[in-house]
T-cell receptor, first 116, second 111 residues
Framework: GAGVSQSPRYKVTKRGQDVALRCDPI?????LYWYRQALGQGPEFLTY????????KSGLPNDRFSAERPEGSISTLTIQRTEQRDSAMYRC??????????????FGPGTRLTVL | AQSVTQPDIHITVSEGASLELRCNYS??????LFWYVQSPGQGLQLLLK??????LVQGIKGFEAEFKRSQSSFNLRKPSVHWSDAAEYFC?????????FGTGTRLTVIP
């Protein structure tokens, strides 16, 4: 079956614009995660969902960042009023069960965001 | 708090040589440990994971890792590296709801 997909793969925007990043998890996967990966760093957790419920958003850096998963499948990460420091690779992952440290996360290819 | 340290930013090995990538973790309870590989333009792919039991775990692509609780380490090994193994490798520890990643080790393979 298909893996996790993300769109767009690349996004270039101007400072101050809003962007929406999409994640389509593996079919049937309950949990969905967003991570941000700066250049030369490992991915850092942003937020995660079980079904449509956002369970943890402690990793979102500020209130310009928000995420939703209204039907428990596709998720959108929105960044409002983008700043240059938001430039990074944004990765989405999904897992079959309702989270937990033993549940394997499957990652998408990421969206490379560049804010000019 | 959970954390992962990968002390080697970049490693270069010759094709056919053995490989060991280091990973040290900090975690209060029993750690759940992972190694992922990231090839250019690809997502993170799971190589192997350790939850409990045998401390030597086998993964895909001929990789293995050994959990050593006394050293808080989970080093990744491969007896003979192939040119296609050139990539970035990330060690991670599983938290309650997410993964904590190290900063990664970039592997270059010389023909």
């Amino acid at each position: 079956g298909a893996g996790v997909s993300q769109s767009p793969r690349y996004k270039v925007t101007k400072r101050g614009q809003d962007v929406a990043l999409r994640c389509d998890p593996i079919s049937g996967h309950v949990s969905l995660y967003w991570y941000r990966q700066a250049l030369g760093q490992g991915p850092e957790f942003l937020t995660y969902f079980n079904y449509e419920a956002q369970q943890d958003k402690s990793g979102l850096p500020n209130d310009r960042f928000s995420a939703e998963r209204p039907e428990g499948s596709i998720s959108t990460l929105t960044i409002q009023r983008t700043e240059q420091r938001d430039s990074a690779m944004y990765r989405c992952a999904s897992s079959l069960y309702t989270s937990g440290p033993t549940d394997t996360q499957y990652f998408g290819p990421g969206t490379r965001l560049t804010v000019l | 708090a959970q954390s992962v340290t990968q002390p080697d930013i970049h490693i270069t090995v010759s094709e056919g040589a053995s490989l060991e990538l280091r990973c040290n973790y900090s975690y209060g309870a029993t750690p759940y440990l992972f190694w992922y590989v990231q090839s250019p333009g690809q997502g993170l792919q799971l190589l192997l994971k350790y939850f409990s039991g045998d401390t030597l775990v086998q993964g895909i692509k001929g990789f293995e890792a050994e959990f050593k609780r006394s050293q808080s380490s989970f080093n990744l090994r491969k007896p003979s590296v192939h040119w296609s193994d050139a990539a970035e490798y990330f060690c991670a520890v599983g938290g309650a709801n997410n993964l904590f990643f190290g900063t990664g080790t970039r592997l270059t393979v010389i023909p």
